[in-house]
T-cell receptor, first 114, second 112 residues
């Protein structure tokens, strides 16, 4: 199993809604990541979890709240988002943080905030 | 912060032609990676390079890790329509905050 699975694939939410994005991998990877990607731009790192502990928070607004319940799962809780938060949200995993072996990406969740 | 310069920004080529794109950095990198992203999908790793001078192939794709460790190129031979997409280079310099630094991407269009 060499996949990172993200759900849902598409999400439309209002600015007062609370929703969650989910990510799952069963490759035994110990580092998991959330990226945000706007159209025609490269992915931008948001959060890194290493061994289920938050290692990096790239100054992301508190309306985005990550959670790593176990080594296979990563969630991103969303609350009071703004229209400019509309983007493709990508989850990724790697064998270990900072080993430079390349991240395996999921297909992403296309988020639209209305 | 670290930046990667990726060029060209876009390419329009005829099916069957060869393609070349490259990335340069002002800093030394320990790893160079090349990803391809199709619309609405996540990036897919094509080739990973771990040693200076390393030349690696994956089918019609060939990539090299520059000797100076500050650059990498990706070549695609005999392009086909399914090569269309955005190609990103990414590097890892192994710093304490080290993760992948991405180039801005090369958008490839192939005319049949």
């Amino acid at each position: 199993d060499t996949e990172v699975t993200q759900t849902p694939k598409h999400l439309v939410m209002g600015m007062t809604n609370k929703k969650s994005l989910k990510c799952e991998q069963h490759m035994g990877h110990r580092a998991m990541y959330w990226y945000k990607q706007k159209a025609k731009k490269p992915p931008e790192l948001m959060f890194v979890y290493s061994y289920e502990k938050l290692s990096i928070n790239e100054s992301v607004p508190s309306r985005f709240s990550p959670e790593c319940p176990n080594s296979s799962l990563l969630n991103l809780h969303l609350h009071a988002l703004q229209p400019e938060d509309s983007a493709l949200y990508l989850c990724a995993s790697s064998q270990g943080f900072n080993r430079g072996r390349g991240n395996t990406f999921g297909s992403g969740t296309r988020l639209t905030v209305v | 912060g670290q930046q990667l310069n990726q060029s060209p920004q876009s390419m329009f080529i005829q099916e069957g032609e060869d393609v070349s794109m490259n990335c340069t950095s002002s800093s030394i990198f320990n790893t160079w990676l090349w990803y391809k992203q199709d619309p609405g999908e996540g990036p897919v790793l094509l080739i990973a390079l771990y040693k200076a001078g390393e030349l690696t192939s994956n089918g019609r794709l060939t990539a090299q890790f520059g000797i100076t460790r500050k650059d990498s190129f990706l070549n695609i031979s005999a392009s086909i329509p399914s090569d269309v997409g955005i190609y990103f280079c990414a590097g890892n310099y192994g710093g304490s905050q080290g993760n992948l630094i991405f180039g801005k991407g090369t958008k490839l269009s192939v005319k049949p």
